[in-house]
Protein backbone atom coordinates (compact mmCIF):
# COMPACT_ATOMS: atom_id res chain seq x y z
CA UNK A 1 0.00 0.00 0.00
CA UNK A 2 1.24 3.44 -0.64
CA UNK A 3 2.17 5.00 2.48
CA UNK A 4 3.55 8.32 1.21
CA UNK A 5 2.42 11.90 2.40
CA UNK A 6 2.44 14.38 0.51
CA UNK A 7 2.99 18.43 1.32
CA UNK A 8 0.70 20.16 -1.18
CA UNK A 9 1.60 23.68 -0.38
CA UNK A 10 4.86 23.50 -2.17
CA UNK A 11 6.01 22.24 -5.77
CA UNK A 12 9.18 21.90 -7.76
CA UNK A 13 9.61 25.50 -9.44
CA UNK A 14 12.43 24.39 -11.41
CA UNK A 15 10.83 21.36 -12.62
CA UNK A 16 7.46 23.20 -13.04
CA UNK A 17 8.04 26.93 -13.49
CA UNK A 18 3.89 27.26 -13.14
CA UNK A 19 3.94 26.22 -9.71
CA UNK A 20 3.34 29.76 -8.42
CA UNK A 21 0.53 29.98 -10.58
CA UNK A 22 -1.68 27.44 -8.76
CA UNK A 23 -0.99 29.04 -5.68
CA UNK A 24 -1.70 32.19 -6.48
CA UNK A 25 -5.36 31.20 -7.86
CA UNK A 26 -5.98 29.23 -4.48
CA UNK A 27 -5.25 32.47 -2.98
CA UNK A 28 -7.26 34.61 -5.08
CA UNK A 29 -10.06 32.17 -4.67
CA UNK A 30 -10.01 32.11 -1.25
CA UNK A 31 -9.87 35.71 -1.02
CA UNK A 32 -13.05 35.92 -3.55
CA UNK A 33 -14.99 34.02 -1.70
CA UNK A 34 -14.58 36.12 1.55
CA UNK A 35 -16.07 39.28 -0.39
CA UNK A 36 -18.79 37.34 -1.54
CA UNK A 37 -17.22 37.15 -4.70
CA UNK A 38 -18.64 33.65 -5.20
CA UNK A 39 -18.50 33.80 -9.15
CA UNK A 40 -15.15 35.11 -9.31
CA UNK A 41 -13.92 31.95 -6.83
CA UNK A 42 -15.90 29.65 -9.07
CA UNK A 43 -14.14 31.09 -12.20
CA UNK A 44 -10.50 31.27 -10.35
CA UNK A 45 -10.46 27.69 -9.65
CA UNK A 46 -11.36 26.35 -12.67
CA UNK A 47 -8.46 28.16 -13.90
CA UNK A 48 -6.58 26.71 -11.28
CA UNK A 49 -7.85 23.31 -12.39
CA UNK A 50 -6.63 23.38 -15.83
CA UNK A 51 -3.06 24.63 -14.61
CA UNK A 52 -3.14 21.05 -12.37
CA UNK A 53 -3.96 19.09 -15.39
CA UNK A 54 -1.10 20.81 -17.53
CA UNK A 55 1.29 19.68 -14.02
CA UNK A 56 -0.17 16.14 -14.02
CA UNK A 57 1.10 15.70 -17.34
CA UNK A 58 4.02 17.41 -17.27
CA UNK A 59 4.79 15.07 -14.46
CA UNK A 60 3.77 12.15 -15.77
CA UNK A 61 6.04 13.59 -18.90
CA UNK A 62 8.93 13.03 -16.26
CA UNK A 63 8.22 9.92 -14.77
CA UNK A 64 7.79 12.18 -11.70
CA UNK A 65 4.71 10.35 -9.70
CA UNK A 66 4.81 12.25 -6.90
CA UNK A 67 4.37 15.43 -8.51
CA UNK A 68 1.56 13.93 -10.73
CA UNK A 69 -0.07 13.03 -7.47
CA UNK A 70 0.15 16.73 -5.81
CA UNK A 71 -2.02 17.64 -9.09
CA UNK A 72 -4.60 15.43 -8.01
CA UNK A 73 -4.82 16.82 -4.24
CA UNK A 74 -4.17 20.93 -5.99
CA UNK A 75 -7.45 19.85 -8.44
CA UNK A 76 -9.42 18.29 -5.32
CA UNK A 77 -8.38 21.71 -3.58
CA UNK A 78 -9.64 23.89 -6.43
CA UNK A 79 -12.86 21.78 -5.75
CA UNK A 80 -13.18 22.22 -2.16
CA UNK A 81 -13.30 26.24 -3.36
CA UNK A 82 -15.67 25.82 -5.76
CA UNK A 83 -18.10 23.62 -3.35
CA UNK A 84 -18.01 26.26 -0.58
CA UNK A 85 -18.56 29.03 -3.29
CA UNK A 86 -21.51 27.36 -4.27
CA UNK A 87 -22.62 26.60 -0.82
CA UNK A 88 -22.50 30.02 0.74
CA UNK A 89 -24.00 31.32 -2.90
CA UNK A 90 -27.11 29.62 -1.95
CA UNK A 91 -27.17 30.65 1.64
CA UNK A 92 -27.31 33.93 0.58
CA UNK A 93 -30.87 33.12 -0.91
CA UNK A 94 -31.53 31.24 1.86
CA UNK A 95 -31.66 27.60 -0.30
CA UNK A 96 -30.26 26.05 3.22
CA UNK A 97 -31.76 22.67 2.27
CA UNK A 98 -29.84 23.00 -1.56
CA UNK A 99 -26.46 24.58 -0.44
CA UNK A 100 -26.22 21.14 2.08
CA UNK A 101 -25.11 18.95 -0.95
CA UNK A 102 -22.29 21.71 -1.15
CA UNK A 103 -21.22 21.44 2.29
CA UNK A 104 -21.45 17.43 2.23
CA UNK A 105 -18.91 17.90 -1.13
CA UNK A 106 -16.59 20.38 0.29
CA UNK A 107 -16.21 17.79 3.66
CA UNK A 108 -15.35 14.59 1.19
CA UNK A 109 -13.23 16.69 -0.40
CA UNK A 110 -11.47 17.97 2.35
CA UNK A 111 -11.12 14.39 4.71
CA UNK A 112 -9.69 13.24 0.94
CA UNK A 113 -6.83 15.59 0.85
CA UNK A 114 -5.87 15.54 4.76
CA UNK A 115 -6.27 11.89 4.17
CA UNK A 116 -3.52 12.00 2.30
CA UNK A 117 -0.78 14.93 3.79
CA UNK A 118 1.93 14.62 5.79
CA UNK A 119 0.54 18.37 7.69
CA UNK A 120 -3.18 19.42 7.72
CA UNK A 121 -2.58 22.98 8.77
CA UNK A 122 -1.31 23.21 4.63
CA UNK A 123 -3.44 25.50 3.31
CA UNK A 124 -5.52 25.85 6.38
CA UNK A 125 -6.92 22.50 5.60
CA UNK A 126 -7.65 21.62 9.93
CA UNK A 127 -9.42 24.99 10.09
CA UNK A 128 -11.86 24.89 7.38
CA UNK A 129 -12.58 21.33 8.12
CA UNK A 130 -13.24 22.77 11.40
CA UNK A 131 -15.31 25.37 10.28
CA UNK A 132 -17.35 23.04 7.69
CA UNK A 133 -17.99 20.14 10.59
CA UNK A 134 -19.52 22.86 13.15
CA UNK A 135 -21.63 24.45 10.00
CA UNK A 136 -22.93 21.05 9.52
CA UNK A 137 -23.92 20.74 13.23
CA UNK A 138 -26.17 23.79 12.89
CA UNK A 139 -28.51 21.66 10.23
CA UNK A 140 -31.23 20.16 11.45
CA UNK A 141 -30.85 16.77 9.60
CA UNK A 142 -30.52 13.70 11.98
CA UNK A 143 -31.76 10.58 9.79
CA UNK A 144 -30.48 10.12 6.31
CA UNK A 145 -32.29 7.53 3.50
CA UNK A 146 -29.74 4.66 3.35
CA UNK A 147 -30.36 2.66 0.10
CA UNK A 148 -29.77 -1.59 0.28
CA UNK A 149 -28.35 -3.03 -2.40
CA UNK A 150 -26.95 -6.12 -4.31
CA UNK A 151 -23.68 -4.79 -6.26
CA UNK A 152 -22.77 -7.77 -9.23
CA UNK A 153 -19.90 -6.10 -11.15
CA UNK A 154 -17.24 -3.98 -9.25
CA UNK A 155 -14.52 -2.68 -11.23
CA UNK A 156 -11.41 -0.29 -11.01
CA UNK A 157 -11.92 3.07 -12.33
CA UNK A 158 -7.97 2.98 -13.14
CA UNK A 159 -7.19 -0.19 -15.40
CA UNK A 160 -11.01 -1.45 -15.62
CA UNK A 161 -10.73 -4.64 -14.48
CA UNK A 162 -12.72 -6.18 -11.73
CA UNK A 163 -11.22 -6.00 -8.37
CA UNK A 164 -11.43 -9.58 -7.64
CA UNK A 165 -9.30 -10.15 -10.59
CA UNK A 166 -5.26 -10.83 -9.54
CA UNK A 167 -4.64 -9.10 -12.56
CA UNK A 168 -5.71 -5.53 -10.85
CA UNK A 169 -3.14 -4.10 -9.11
CA UNK A 170 -4.74 -1.08 -7.78
CA UNK A 171 -5.41 -0.51 -3.99
CA UNK A 172 -9.15 1.30 -4.12
CA UNK A 173 -8.27 4.81 -2.29
CA UNK A 174 -4.78 5.08 -3.50
CA UNK A 175 -3.13 7.52 -5.78
CA UNK A 176 -1.47 6.78 -9.09
CA UNK A 177 0.19 8.89 -11.44
CA UNK A 178 -2.97 11.54 -10.27
CA UNK A 179 -5.91 8.96 -10.38
CA UNK A 180 -7.50 8.15 -7.32
CA UNK A 181 -8.62 4.37 -7.33
CA UNK A 182 -12.33 3.83 -6.81
CA UNK A 183 -14.43 1.01 -6.97
CA UNK A 184 -16.97 1.73 -10.10
CA UNK A 185 -19.87 -0.21 -9.56
CA UNK A 186 -22.34 -1.53 -11.91
CA UNK A 187 -25.14 -3.87 -12.63
CA UNK A 188 -26.76 -2.97 -9.61
CA UNK A 189 -30.28 -4.74 -7.72
CA UNK A 190 -31.91 -2.25 -5.72
CA UNK A 191 -33.40 -4.39 -2.55
CA UNK A 192 -34.69 -1.29 -0.65
CA UNK A 193 -34.05 1.68 1.77
CA UNK A 194 -33.60 2.49 5.32
CA UNK A 195 -33.46 5.47 7.92
CA UNK A 196 -29.73 6.02 9.38
CA UNK A 197 -28.15 8.36 11.57
CA UNK A 198 -24.24 8.19 10.57
CA UNK A 199 -24.13 7.12 7.07
CA UNK A 200 -21.11 7.40 5.18
CA UNK A 201 -22.85 9.68 2.36
CA UNK A 202 -25.30 12.22 4.30
CA UNK A 203 -26.39 13.89 0.92
CA UNK A 204 -29.49 11.71 0.95
CA UNK A 205 -31.73 13.49 3.43
CA UNK A 206 -35.98 13.95 4.14
CA UNK A 207 -36.64 16.90 2.97
CA UNK A 208 -38.51 19.68 5.58
CA UNK A 209 -40.59 23.27 4.93
CA UNK A 210 -38.39 25.74 4.26
CA UNK A 211 -40.49 29.01 4.53
CA UNK A 212 -38.29 31.92 3.82
CA UNK A 213 -40.54 34.77 5.48
CA UNK A 214 -40.52 32.69 9.02
CA UNK A 215 -36.48 31.91 8.87
CA UNK A 216 -35.92 32.05 12.25
CA UNK A 217 -38.86 29.95 13.58
CA UNK A 218 -38.40 27.34 11.33
CA UNK A 219 -35.70 24.20 11.14
CA UNK A 220 -33.04 26.28 9.57
CA UNK A 221 -33.09 29.10 12.11
CA UNK A 222 -29.93 28.14 13.62
CA UNK A 223 -27.51 28.31 10.39
CA UNK A 224 -29.90 31.27 9.12
CA UNK A 225 -28.84 33.32 12.20
CA UNK A 226 -25.23 32.36 11.56
CA UNK A 227 -25.27 33.36 7.91
CA UNK A 228 -26.99 36.52 8.44
CA UNK A 229 -24.41 37.61 11.26
CA UNK A 230 -20.98 36.36 9.35
CA UNK A 231 -19.34 39.59 7.60
CA UNK A 232 -18.23 37.44 5.23
CA UNK A 233 -17.93 33.50 4.89
CA UNK A 234 -14.65 31.32 6.48
CA UNK A 235 -14.98 33.31 9.57
CA UNK A 236 -14.16 30.73 12.61
CA UNK A 237 -16.76 30.63 15.08
CA UNK A 238 -17.08 28.30 18.47
CA UNK A 239 -20.09 26.79 19.21
CA UNK A 240 -21.37 25.55 22.58
CA UNK A 241 -24.47 23.56 22.95
CA UNK A 242 -26.80 23.37 26.13
CA UNK A 243 -30.52 23.17 26.59
CA UNK A 244 -32.87 26.16 27.54
CA UNK A 245 -36.66 26.48 28.74
CA UNK A 246 -39.28 27.69 26.44
CA UNK A 247 -43.06 28.28 26.81
CA UNK A 248 -45.28 25.90 24.47
CA UNK A 249 -46.60 29.28 22.65
CA UNK A 250 -42.99 30.11 20.95
CA UNK A 251 -43.78 27.03 18.82
CA UNK A 252 -47.38 28.03 17.57
CA UNK A 253 -45.85 27.67 13.93
CA UNK A 254 -44.30 24.78 14.13
CA UNK A 255 -45.66 22.12 12.13
CA UNK A 256 -47.34 18.90 14.08
CA UNK A 257 -45.14 16.89 11.77
CA UNK A 258 -41.77 18.54 11.71
CA UNK A 259 -39.28 17.47 14.75
CA UNK A 260 -40.03 18.07 17.81
CA UNK A 261 -37.44 20.91 18.98
CA UNK A 262 -36.74 18.86 22.12
CA UNK A 263 -33.95 17.42 20.13
CA UNK A 264 -35.69 13.81 20.79
CA UNK A 265 -35.80 13.26 16.57
CA UNK A 266 -39.59 12.04 16.94
CA UNK A 267 -42.09 13.75 15.39
CA UNK A 268 -43.32 17.18 17.03
CA UNK A 269 -47.60 16.02 17.74
CA UNK A 270 -45.36 12.12 19.21
CA UNK A 271 -43.61 14.15 21.69
CA UNK A 272 -43.62 17.38 23.21
CA UNK A 273 -46.78 19.16 21.42
CA UNK A 274 -49.22 19.06 24.56
CA UNK A 275 -45.98 19.96 27.01
CA UNK A 276 -46.58 23.35 28.91
CA UNK A 277 -43.10 23.83 28.25
CA UNK A 278 -40.07 22.47 26.20
CA UNK A 279 -36.92 21.91 27.19
CA UNK A 280 -34.80 22.77 23.84
CA UNK A 281 -31.31 22.66 22.24
CA UNK A 282 -29.70 26.14 22.74
CA UNK A 283 -26.96 27.04 20.07
CA UNK A 284 -24.69 29.25 21.67
CA UNK A 285 -22.35 30.56 18.40
CA UNK A 286 -19.53 33.22 19.22
CA UNK A 287 -17.86 34.36 16.06
CA UNK A 288 -14.07 34.39 16.11
CA UNK A 289 -11.19 35.33 13.97
CA UNK A 290 -11.22 35.07 9.68
CA UNK A 291 -9.61 31.92 8.56
CA UNK A 292 -6.24 32.42 6.40
CA UNK A 293 -3.89 30.67 4.73
Known amino acids: M ?4 YNISKLDEKKYPFANEIFRLIKYSFEDIKKKNYDGSIGTSIKG ?9 KAIKNQDEYSANLSFLLKLYFDLLIAISKFWKLCESADYQDAWTYLQDALNYIKTIKGFVNDSSQLSL ?8 KIEKLYPYFYFISVEMICKKITCSICKKSVFDPNCEHISGELYWG ?11 FIGSSLVENPVDKR ?15 PFKT ?13 DFDLNITKRKLPRSFYNSWSENSLCPCGSRKKFRECCYDQEFILNPHYVIKIKDEIKL
Not at 179 to 189: H, Q
Not at 204 to 218: F, H, S, T
Request: aromatic share 0%.
Open 126 to 133: DKICSHLI
Open 204 to 218: CVILMNLDKNKLEEG
Open 223 to 235: IHILMRNSKHPLI
Open 49 to 57: KKICERLKI
Open 2 to 5: NMIK
Open 179 to 189: ELALEVIGDIE
